[in-house]
């Protein structure tokens, strides 16, 4: 956006910026466990699951204001109002095409502040939830961190499972050596 913000909006702008950061979190927390996985070791698989994931289920998903969603407080005067639907208006009339979209948000009975801030909140973390790197970076450590937490815990279950198996056979071992002879006992390990 070409034009300076005023502070309540830059004041909104952080709010999206926390939810997006508090979303990112909770879903990674969430998805841990999961073994539905993008490969966060490629650049766009991150930033396909964002875009997916992250951003399309928090602000493009609900009808109450998102802000207010998360108890989050701003002040919308007539200049920052301006100043968004200036946002608003080049992201889905002059980019998407969607004029009926744009007017839609001043049709009666429509809470138009609302539809204000959550379009403007879907546009603004769309366009610029990459310029927070840190995210991403942190976002890539966790991951590979529980990956190789899990590689880890894998290779314990392996372990386990092998130590199971060669103590059935010391256990098979003991019970055949006291019923059968040597040579019928070798020809059932080695089928064993």
Do not use: P
């Amino acid at each position: 956006m070409s034009l300076s913000t005023t502070s309540n909006q830059d004041d909104i702008d952080n709010n999206i910026y926390e939810i997006f950061t508090n979303s990112l979190v909770e879903e990674f927390i969430d998805t841990v466990d999961c073994d539905i996985w993008y490969n966060f070791y490629m650049e766009d698989d991150v930033y396909d699951y964002i875009r997916e994931d992250i951003i399309e289920n928090t602000f493009n998903s609900g009808y109450d204001n998102i802000l207010e969603e998360y108890n989050k407080s701003y002040t919308l005067d007539f200049k920052t109002s301006i100043r968004l639907l200036k946002f608003i208006k080049e992201e889905l009339v002059d980019n998407y095409e969607s004029e009926e979209n744009f007017c839609n948000m001043f049709n009666d009975r429509v809470d138009s502040e609302t539809k204000i801030i959550n379009h403007y909140a879907y546009w603004y973390i769309r366009e610029n939830w990459c310029d927070n790197n840190l995210i991403i970076k942190i976002f890539k450590n966790i991951y590979k961190y529980n990956s190789c937490k899990s590689k880890h815990n894998k290779l314990i279950n392996l372990y386990t499972k092998l130590d199971i198996k060669n103590k059935q056979k010391k256990t098979i071992i003991k019970i055949l050596n006291d019923k059968f002879d040597t040579d019928i006992l070798q020809n059932i390990i080695c089928a064993y």
